[in-house]
């Protein structure tokens, strides 16, 4: 028995030793590979001053943190942030490839942070990038705006690139915000005058401005062109952009209830929409839309139900951002992404009836060249157009005008903003 | 000579914890390198990031913190066989009653006012708890599947008060928030160029007075016997129903508590961001690997941490998806199981 | 809005339709398994890797019926790991239960990661409804039934035969005796562990049944934790039907009921913004919470659930 017992305490302390040694040795190989982060350096050098034995010691201390003035954007180190994964076809996809496509351009150093569902999981990683000296990082979504407004004023040398935001409070926060409305529009006259049930369903994500100024878009755009009155079906969902079987379930009972047309405002609904819509049988023929990518282009297999693709440009922002970055000139920089600017178009489904393909075509140019300005006042009637059920905003006479210099934007809709913090003097 | 046994018992089995979370880490490491990462940078990444990059050091004690107090409250309730799988929801629910007392409860002086949000979050978890302990003790009804059920509406629960009830005035951003704390509600650091909060020696001052209370009273003892033998505790005249209240409702207050400690000493609002989380399993992991003792799992909490935050460091320096994290948190959990069994196999009377 | 109510009726039955299915085959299984006294709370773990290899296996075929064969393989295999670590070693089931959870997790989306890393799919070809043109012939008939898919109506046909089995086999006899009296059962020659081990093999194959099922008829995609839970349900469900069949597609369905109804309220009375729709989302997991008063005081697990045996 004292054989054995001695045995097993032997084989167990050999046993402890191995994984010590084992972990000695990694932990050795991970300082032999440090991190790229903030350095310290610092310089001591004796002198003798006079005749005296006394002695001057000075220490110069200089710290090296991340970005010297560049001058070429492969030689940036980005970082994006995802609310969700590129999976989704839709946003984040589409946010993805761009910012990918630029990095395979130009040669630039890019780390992706997925799912993160508010500011404060963004900052984790935000703040992680700006110790290994990153110099932009791009936050992808309007739930960030609060969290790329701090950090920007935590790291005046980093460009906090923030998309679908308003609001810039340091110089250093570069705006891309959106304005989905021209292209809500142009697919809801499409709509209106494709469908046969004149019943339409829309399917959501959070109360933002620029979901529901797709919505309004589109419901709009119905109005504009359906010939008979419209029955709209609008629905919000929790946990939208994430809840793909929430958004099928929705759809397909929309489809159900005699819709033959389901709006759809992004990322995962869209999964959702896109599905419930291809389940959905042949005859009748049923329709629905997606947004940020051209799914003609990606998906062609989903082209028989597609109505059209909001399609959202951002490899030209990013570029133009990171342009501007390098060449440093991009101080309370945006960029508006909206039809005028080009930057958003309406692709039509290829399967639509070529009238109405092309009558969306000539009221997207029509839009473009400033023809015909889209805006939500309420009609002389007084029944606005908007029929978006929220206890947050009103959708009569919404006014948003964006400041160029940074700021709180003003308009019947700057309350919604109220929450961010003050503006600083930060040149 | 017994003594010795039960020293070396327990280096067999803190030995398997280590291999297995070597294991873990081994199998993270694999699926970086599988991705076209560099090992070196994984390496330091994993081990050195937490501590060298901003904000890793507070996180490690902001979820020590975090996992330390579910954690002994899962042990607990373990101790007893009892499991709280609801841990997530406790928390979830004891964060938002600090907002529901700070909101509505404001007109109290601001001392009195700071002790009740936590007071107040802990009382939420041990609400969230009790009907599940009341079903399980007066009805026998399996507490694993009604805190299931609760863990999902609880999300939806708090979801609805953050767009309602608790919802910060300026948002309507449709990623519903609450307000911010203001600084004389947060819990500040100790000295304030280091990152640790009054919390961290707070949980450590309950996790000796737990062990106090727990480890080194006739209750471990009766606890113990609950969770091994209904029919021997009865035999012996212990209060099953006592034991299972007891252990139940303080796991549920310690899980609300801890919402208040990370909600007041890291996050200072609360949103969706962190309904989605999975620290109730996590707890679970500590509370085994601490092998259920009050001390134990402060260790196994910390390691934790750290190693928490390392791993998703090196999934995002790699470029991998932090998901991987809870594969290797997976592989982990197994090995430790398994470590136990063969511990316990060689030990076995 | 003007929707009639007829159509309301028929979009919550045919949803219920839809999703019933993924809760009966899982649940099919887990009473099988708990029966015999081995619960497996790594069921979604499981779902989740069935349903990363259907789409994958999927799109890489496009042949659905070779996603569900591959599908089932992937849940056999990490099935019998777990037999192996909770009937052979011994383990603590909960504890394994949940590890493996954690692993399917996150090798679920690890994998599809490295698989299609910018995120673009082909798209998912899905197994075709029963009757190919449903929509010509009546309406609700068309909506309600002959939209499903064949594997719809093989879970209502395995609730049928688990419960033929279950109680009027001796195969059916062997199970329950080994979940309510393993040391009798030993007693009479029958191989108790073996039983358990098939029992939870064969719920780990439902589960792949499930995860298939999931695909296509829940989401058209895959994304990151997608089950979100639904996979814990069962257990509830379970739990509230007192481990009987029946009682399962009882609970499966009023769940669903419950779920499609407050989702076409939420929908037609035009909430708008979340707040409320919350509140309603609530209500399926209340309604299995209100079982208990009904169902669960009468409830006896298998006697020897969660207790492992050893032989002698």
């Not at chain 1, 630029?102 to 780390?111: A, D, E, F, S």
């Not at chain 1, 051209?294 to 998906?299: E, H, M, Q, R, V």
């Not at chain 2, 936590?118 to 399996?142: E, Q, S």
């Not at chain 2, 509406?153 to 609805?160: G, K, L, S």
Request: hydrophobic share 50%.
């Amino acid at each position: 028995m004292y054989g054995t017992k001695r045995k097993g305490i032997t084989t167990l302390v050999i046993a402890l030793i191995v994984i010590i040694l084992i972990l000695l040795a990694v932990a050795a190989y991970a300082f032999a590979y440090p991190s790229t982060s903030t350095k310290t350096v610092t310089n001591t050098s004796t002198k003798t001053v006079g005749t005296g034995t006394g002695t001057v010691t000075s220490t110069v201390t200089t710290t090296v943190t991340g970005s010297a003035p560049v001058t070429s954007i492969g030689a940036l180190k980005v970082g994006i942030i995802l609310p969700l994964t590129p999976t989704d076809n839709s946003w984040n996809y589409n946010a993805y490839n761009a910012i990918y496509k630029i990095k395979n351009q130009t040669g630039l150093t890019l780390q992706v942070a997925e799912n993160k569902a508010s500011g404060t999981d963004a900052d984790v990683p935000a703040q992680q990038w700006a110790s290994l000296g990153y110099n932009v990082v791009i936050f992808m979504g309007g739930q960030y705006q609060a969290e790329a407004n701090t950090f920007a004023g935590q790291h005046p040398k980093i460009m906090s690139v923030c998309v679908d935001c308003t609001v810039a409070n340091y110089s250093n926060v570069y705006r891309i915000w959106l304005d989905l409305s021209g292209g809500g529009f142009v697919l809801g006259a499409m709509a209106g005058m494709v469908s046969h049930t004149h019943n339409f369903g829309l399917v959501g994500g959070g109360d933002i401005p620029s979901i529901w100024e797709g919505h309004e878009g589109f419901i709009a755009g119905v109005m504009y062109t359906s010939p008979a009155t419209p029955t709209i079906t609008n629905t919000f969902e929790a946990f939208a952009w994430a809840d793909v079987q929430g958004a099928e379930t929705t759809a397909t009972n929309d489809y159900t209830n005699g819709a033959d047309v389901v709006f759809s405002s992004g990322d995962g609904i869209d999964v959702g929409v896109l599905g419930a819509a291809l389940a959905q049988p042949s005859t009748p023929q049923v329709w629905a839309s997606n947004v940020y990518t051209n799914l003609t282009a990606i998906l062609p297999a989903d082209n028989k139900i597609l109505l059209g693709s909001i399609v959202v440009d951002y490899y030209t922002p990013f570029f133009k951002a990171l342009e501007q970055f390098a060449s440093n000139n991009w101080h309370w920089g945006y960029t508006k992404v909206d039809m005028a600017s080009g930057l958003i178009a309406v692709q039509p489904g290829p399967n639509l009836p070529a009238d109405v393909k092309a009558a969306g075509l000539a009221l997207q140019s029509d839009i473009v060249e400033g023809a015909t300005i889209i805006s939500f006042a309420s009609t002389s009637s007084g029944a606005p157009y908007c029929f978006v059920n929220s206890g947050a905003s009103s959708c009569a006479d919404n006014t948003l005008t964006v400041p160029s210099g940074g700021g709180m934007p003003t308009g019947n809709m700057a309350a919604l903003f109220s929450y961010l913090p003050p503006v600083s003097s930060l040149p | 000579m017994r003594a010795n046994t039960q020293g070396l018992r327990w280096l067999r089995a803190t030995a398997y914890n280590v291999l297995a979370i070597g294991l873990g880490i081994l199998a993270g490491l694999l699926v970086v390198m599988y991705a076209g990462g560099n090992l070196g940078v994984a390496l330091s990444s994993l081990f050195l990031n937490p501590i060298e990059l901003a904000g890793g050091s507070k996180q490690i004690f902001v979820r020590f913190v975090l996992f330390y107090t579910m954690g002994m409250g899962v042990g607990l309730a373990l101790k007893a066989g009892l499991w709280n799988i609801g841990a997530q929801g406790q928390l979830l629910i004891g964060m938002v009653m600090v907002f529901v007392v700070y909101g509505f409860l404001a007109f109290l002086p601001w001392p009195v006012l700071y002790v009740a949000m936590i007071l107040g979050a802990a009382l939420g978890g041990l609400l969230w708890i009790a009907v599940p302990t009341i079903l399980r003790v007066k009805f026998g009804a399996n507490e694993i599947v009604v805190t299931i059920l609760l863990n999902v509406v609880a999300i939806n629960f708090a979801f609805f008060m953050l767009s309602g009830p608790i919802k910060s005035a300026g948002t309507a951003l449709g990623f519903p928030h609450s307000v911010e704390l203001p600084a004389k509600f947060q819990i500040p650091s100790i000295v304030s160029s280091v990152p640790i909060t009054y919390a961290v020696p707070a949980t450590i001052a309950m996790g000796i007075i737990l062990y106090l209370l727990v480890e080194r009273t006739p209750f471990r003892v009766r606890a113990n016997t609950v969770g091994e033998s209904h029919e021997t505790a009865k035999y012996a005249g212990i209060s099953i129903p006592r034991v299972m209240t007891v252990t139940m409702l303080t796991a549920g207050a310690l899980a609300g508590l801890a919402g208040a400690t990370y909600l007041m000493g890291y996050r200072y609002e609360l949103d969706i961001g962190s309904f989605s989380t999975n620290y109730g399993l996590v707890a679970i992991i500590c509370a085994l690997v601490g092998r259920k003792h009050m001390l134990g799992i402060g260790i196994a909490s910390f390691f934790f941490a750290y190693m928490t935050i390392g791993a998703e460091s090196m999934a995002l320096s790699a470029n991998v998806t932090t998901y991987v994290v809870f594969a290797m948190e997976g592989i982990m959990m197994f090995g430790i199981l398994l470590g136990n069994y063969l511990t316990e196999r060689k030990y076995a009377v | 809005m003007t929707v009639p109510l007829s159509d309301v009726l028929i979009g919550v039955f045919s949803t219920t339709l839809t999703l019933s299915p993924f809760y009966l085959f899982a649940g099919m299984g887990e009473v099988v398994s708990e029966q015999s006294g081995v619960a497996n709370m790594g069921l979604e773990g499981i779902m989740l890797m069935s349903l990363m290899t259907t789409f994958v296996v999927d799109y890489m075929t496009g042949n659905p019926w070779v996603a569900l064969l591959a599908a089932i393989g992937v849940a056999g295999v990490i099935g019998a790991f777990f037999a192996l670590a909770a009937i052979r070693l011994r383990l603590d089931q909960i504890a394994s239960g949940l590890a493996i959870y954690l692993i399917g997790l996150g090798l679920s989306f690890v994998i599809f990661n490295v698989v299609y890393p910018s995120g673009l799919t082909p798209n998912y070809i899905p197994l075709p409804p029963l009757v190919t043109n449903w929509n010509t012939g009546p309406r609700a008939l068309g909506l309600i039934f002959l939209k499903q898919n064949v594997m719809a109506y093989v879970s209502l046909v395995l609730v049928v035969v688990t419960a033929f089995l279950l109680t009027r086999t001796s195969l059916g006899l062997r199970v329950k005796a080994v979940g309510e009296n393993p040391k009798a059962a030993d007693n009479m020659g029958v191989n108790v562990n073996k039983v358990r081990f098939l029992a939870t093999l064969f719920a780990a194959l439902t589960f792949g049944v499930a995860g298939f099922y999931f695909a296509g008829n829940f989401v058209p995609g895959f994304q990151t934790d997608i089950i979100a839970g639904r996979g814990f349900i069962v257990l509830a469900m379970i739990y509230f039907a007192n481990w009987k069949p029946y009682r399962v597609l009882f609970a499966a369905l009023s769940f669903n009921i419950v779920y499609a109804a407050q989702s076409e309220y939420v929908s037609l009375s035009g909430f708008g913004v979340a707040s409320f729709s919350t509140l309603f989302n609530m209500l399926p997991y209340v309604f299995l919470l209100a079982l208990i008063p009904l169902f669960g005081r009468k409830a006896r697990a298998p006697k020897f659930l969660l207790k492992p045996y050893k032989k002698g």
